[in-house]
């Protein structure tokens, strides 16, 4: 069980929480803040003090003074108004990890929520009761307003959600889980709804991810290595001990280890002093996205545990602070870059599988892996399905976070865009998986043909594992129950797993 308390929450409780459905609860010592804030909240409001969000309207309308009476109707429009979100619905893993990532900021004490509120939404992450989040419609600068109001609408009884499996009105869902709606009091509704969460939830998964992806493009640098003869001095400790970045000399120290033992990579080759750059420059390129998806992954973690909505409580010191912590652009940087790196990842495993099928450079492999090419065409649209995969990225990597538009009458005139950079970059992240897959998919093949027994413990055992679901191709069949049993065998982890049997953990 994961217990929050707002300081200490960790990318692998984001991922036990979103996609092994452990629970959540409230650490005790979380309780006295979160009180106190509230304690401050109702204080202020009882002493007529003019606090934006609490006793004002939101956005332009800041100016607008709200009748105590109407405090409790003013957080319900509010989440009723802002629930603008539209598009696909986020997967539920996604929603499970805003409602964590929300739950977590709420946990801080400066807030103001009720604990029972709060409560609420541990207790419908728990239950399973997923409300219907669409994709799109968040411009990540005063928080994620739009959906994380439809997170908020299952709360009050309103909106849609997911409960096991089917999908209710968001007041049927909670009924059906034991659960009863809340009516939101004075600061409720803002403090559930301006925060990063989405981008920061989608971000988090993304970043999570993209660190095994980092080691799996060394694991099919090897095979392919090793299908291609390739001339291993490249990777030495004394090249890469030269240039002092940690991803670098991490991917080369990786390639060393899984392709220890090979008879078919070696420190040198007959007739060749060098390596194309696909290969020969595997760890500056595998080793500089690493640095980046560290970035990436260091932002976010930071985030988890960030206090983003507005206006902050202080109770120690008598305060309300309008301020600008639910703006995205910490995220949207570090995502934009994410997804940059994840697309450098499959760009350079696409020039691997090219040199992989075409015969003018795979030293002495049949023409597309084909053993009968001319009847067969073998391998080639293979690399035709990388290579768009790779063109599509190039177009999603365009940073989201260089625009900004103004909204709420110039109020909020620049915004961070993170949750767009946060979406791309997990689409980019889905892509690079294939295209590594692909890669992986055609090593084998060449790996067969240029004899399996020669390969190192680690690519033995890497080909072994992919042979388990995918049969060598001989004549030609569909190709892509074959493209999609591989990259299966990327996303569940199999292929690492297997390199790590017989050579220990990769870095």
């Given at each position: 069980m994961a217990e929050l308390d707002?300081?200490?929450?960790?990318?692998?409780?984001?991922?036990?929480?979103?996609?092994?459905?452990?629970?959540?609860?409230?650490?005790?010592?979380?309780?006295?803040?979160?009180?106190?804030?509230?304690d401050f909240v109702d204080r202020t409001l009882a002493a007529g003090d003019v606090v934006y969000g609490l006793s004002t309207g939101f956005g332009k309308f800041s100016d607008r003074t709200i009748p105590a009476a109407d405090t409790a109707i003013l957080q319900r429009n509010l989440i009723l108004s802002h629930a603008?979100?539209?598009?696909?619905?986020?997967?539920?893993?996604v929603v499970r990890a805003v409602m964590l990532l929300r739950a977590n900021a709420l946990c801080h004490g400066h807030s103001g929520i009720r604990r029972a509120t709060l409560q609420l939404l541990l207790d419908a992450l728990n239950a399973g009761v997923h409300p219907v989040i669409p994709s799109q419609g968040s411009l990540g600068a005063s928080g994620d307003l739009a959906p994380l109001s439809h997170m908020a609408l299952v709360l009050i009884g309103e909106g849609e959600a997911e409960y096991r499996g089917e999908r209710f009105p968001g007041g049927e869902a909670m009924r059906r889980a034991g659960l009863k709606?809340?009516?939101?009091?004075?600061?409720?509704?803002?403090?559930?709804i301006n925060g990063t969460q989405v981008m920061?939830?989608?971000?988090?998964?993304?970043?999570?991810?993209?660190?095994?992806?980092?080691?799996?493009?060394?694991?099919?640098?090897?095979?392919?290595?090793?299908?291609?003869?390739?001339?291993?001095?490249?990777?030495?400790?004394?090249?890469?001990?030269?240039?002092?970045?940690?991803?670098?000399?991490?991917?080369?120290?990786?390639?060393?280890?899984?392709?220890?033992?090979?008879?078919?990579?070696?420190?040198?080759?007959?007739?060749?002093?060098?390596?194309?750059y696909s290969l020969r420059c595997a760890p500056q390129v595998h080793g500089a996205c690493r640095d980046a998806v560290e970035y990436a992954a260091a932002t976010v973690e930071r985030e988890l545990d960030a206090?983003?909505?507005?206006?902050?409580?202080?109770?120690?010191?008598?305060?309300?602070?309008?301020?600008?912590?639910?703006?995205?652009?910490?995220?949207?940087?570090?995502l934009d870059f994410l997804g940059i790196a994840l697309a450098e990842l499959a760009d350079i495993s696409e020039r691997r599988t090219e040199r992989l099928v075409n015969p003018a450079l795979s030293n002495g492999l049949p023409a597309f892996?084909?053993?009968?090419?001319?009847?067969?065409?073998?391998?080639?649209?293979?690399?035709?399905?990388?290579?768009?995969?790779?063109?599509?990225?190039?177009?999603?990597?365009?940073?989201?976070?260089?625009?900004?538009?103004?909204?709420?009458?110039?109020?909020?005139?620049?915004?961070?865009?993170?949750?767009?950079?946060?979406?791309?970059?997990?689409?980019?992240?889905?892509?690079?998986?294939?295209?590594?897959?692909?890669?992986l998919l055609c090593a084998a093949q060449a790996a067969g043909m240029r004899g399996a027994e020669g390969l190192s413990?680690?690519?033995?055992?890497?080909?072994?594992?992919?042979?388990?679901?995918?049969?060598?191709?001989?004549?030609?069949?569909?190709?892509?129950?074959?493209?999609?049993?591989?990259?299966?065998?990327?996303?569940?982890?199999?292929v690492l797993a297997a390199a790590e049997s017989a050579c220990g953990p990769l870095l």
């Open positions: 707002g300081r200490s929450l960790t990318l692998a409780q984001v991922v036990a929480v979103a996609r092994r459905h452990e629970t959540v609860s409230l650490a005790p010592s979380a309780i006295p803040g979160i009180d106190a804030a509230r603008c979100a539209l598009g696909e619905p986020l997967p539920a893993e709606a809340v009516d939101l009091a004075a600061k409720e509704g803002l403090a559930l920061t939830a989608i971000g988090a998964l993304a970043a999570y991810d993209a660190r095994r992806l980092c080691a799996v493009a060394d694991v099919a640098a090897a095979l392919t290595c090793e299908a291609l003869t390739g001339i291993t001095a490249a990777f030495d400790e004394k090249v890469h001990e030269l240039r002092p970045h940690p991803g670098q000399r991490a991917s080369a120290a990786n390639l060393r280890r899984l392709l220890a033992g090979s008879r078919l990579a070696l420190p040198s080759q007959p007739g060749r002093v060098q390596d194309a206090v983003t909505d507005n206006p902050l409580v202080f109770p120690a010191t008598g305060e309300a602070i309008s301020g600008g912590n639910f703006h995205g652009e910490p995220v949207a940087l570090a892996l084909s053993s009968n090419g001319g009847v067969n065409s073998g391998f080639m649209v293979t690399q035709y399905a990388a290579a768009s995969l790779v063109s599509e990225n190039k177009v999603w990597s365009h940073p989201a976070s260089v625009d900004s538009i103004p909204s709420s009458a110039n109020q909020e005139d620049h915004v961070s865009m993170g949750t767009t950079a946060a979406r791309k970059a997990r689409t980019i992240l889905g892509n690079a998986e294939k295209v590594l897959a692909i890669e413990p680690a690519g033995r055992a890497v080909f072994g594992r992919l042979r388990e679901d995918i049969p060598p191709v001989r004549e030609d069949v569909a190709m892509y129950p074959l493209m999609e049993a591989a990259e299966g065998l990327v996303r569940s982890g199999a």
